[in-house]
């Protein structure tokens, strides 16, 4: 398997295009070539946001990386940062204690930053504390786990539960399709009900096959874990003597749901993971098992956040776009990673 953090920095050279190589959005000339008025806003490039600028100091919050999914958002934040030699990341140590959080980035708005950029633990939580960096005048760049107020953050950036599940649906309807399998049997091993990013996905998965003339069957929720995919899966199959196809959210936990197939002797279905790591993205392309496809919800975002919080704090907008500030929210797009694409998407693969 290719080192992690070679991949990560091979996702820095493109995804960085969001920052490192994106440009400066310029005004053009009010008066065309016919002499005519044309106040029309145009796209230019007013510059290249990539060569070294204002210095920006970073404050950067976010909860352990006692996963593969979140140690990659640590990592390729850091990574990031450090290819901006105009850039000073001050990251704390991650934490999953809501209260330690608050109080780390406390810490960090008193140093004075920049810009911070916090990923929660708990958007709901962690909203005070963000609202008062932005009373304090630092910019937010909220990563992920929304805060429950806009007042808390400059920018919010993160994945698309919802459709998350539409197009693991909709990949799972296309496949049963296919096959002429008139009323399949779909399973899904989800994550944490409680969150809402779950019930998000869930949602999104049920729409996308009722759409198709499909249902869910089977379900199981686990907890983003080895160890509760593995338990949760052997479960639902015990109790599903057939199954044409399953979604599992999570490819950190996927690792267990794989194990618990893999024990129970089942292959006469198609799987589906979800985020992309590594691991499922090396499985799908050697098509020996059952997984044939993921569902992105990448860690990349951690990159395009450092990158965003740079422009921020020097003052430029995001290059291809006719406004002059970065946009207050952005939603990343969960792609499907199958056999026939797959290489495409190696470079942002995480390590489970």
């Given amino acids: 398997m290719t080192d992690p953090s070679l991949a990560r920095r ?3 050279f493109g995804a960085s295009a969001i920052g490192a190589s994106a440009l400066v959005v310029g005004c053009t000339s009010n008066e065309p070539a016919g002499g005519s008025e044309n106040n029309a806003q145009q796209v230019a490039a007013g510059g290249d946001n990539a060569e070294p600028g204002k210095e920006v100091t970073i404050g950067f919050s976010a909860p352990a990386a006692d996963h593969g999914w979140m140690a990659a958002m640590t990592s390729n934040a850091q990574a990031q940062a450090d290819a901006f030699e105009d850039v000073t990341l001050n ?3 991650g934490t999953n204690d809501v209260s ?3 109080a780390q980035v406390e810490t960090l708005i008193n140093s004075g930053p920049d810009v911070l950029v916090i990923l929660p633990f ?7 504390a963000g609202q008062k960096a932005m009373d304090a005048g630092i910019p937010v760049i909220n990563v992920d ?29 296309e496949q049963m399709k296919a096959k002429n399998i008139a009323n399949p049997i779909i399973g899904e091993v989800a994550g944490i009900d409680a969150l809402p990013l779950t019930q998000e996905r869930s949602q999104g998965f049920k729409d996308a096959l009722a759409r198709n003339g499909f249902q869910v069957g089977p379900r199981v929720s686990a907890e983003f874990t080895v160890e509760s995919g593995e338990e ?10 057939k199954l044409d196809a399953l979604w599992n959210h999570d490819d950190d936990q996927g690792i267990g749901v794989m194990a618990a197939i893999d024990a129970a002797g089942r292959d006469e279905f198609i799987m589906v993971g979800g985020a992309g790591s590594r691991d499922m993205m090396d499985r799908i392309k050697a098509d020996n098992t059952v997984i044939k496809a993921t569902v992105l919800y990448s860690p990349s ?17 995001l290059g291809d776009l006719a406004e002059h500030e970065i946009p ?8 499907v990673v199958t056999k026939e694409n797959v290489d495409s998407y190696m470079d942002i693969g995480f390590a489970s």
Wanted: hydrophobic share 45%.
């Fill in 328 to 335: 207050a929210s952005i939603t990343t797009y969960s792609a």
């Fill in 10 to 12: 091979r996702f820095l």
């Fill in 100 to 102: 330690q959080q608050i």
């Fill in 145 to 173: 786990r929304i805060f429950n107020s806009p007042l808390a953050y400059r920018t919010w950036i993160g994945g698309d539960n919802y459709r998350m599940g539409v197009n693991a649906g909709n990949y799972i309807a």
């Fill in 91 to 93: 990251a704390t140590e």
């Fill in 232 to 241: 949760q899966t052997a479960n639902l199959l015990q109790g599903a003597a």
């Fill in 122 to 128: 708990d958007g709901k939580a962690l909203t005070s």
């Fill in 301 to 317: 975002m951690a990159s395009s956040a450092i990158a965003l919080a740079r422009l921020l704090g020097q003052a430029k907008g």
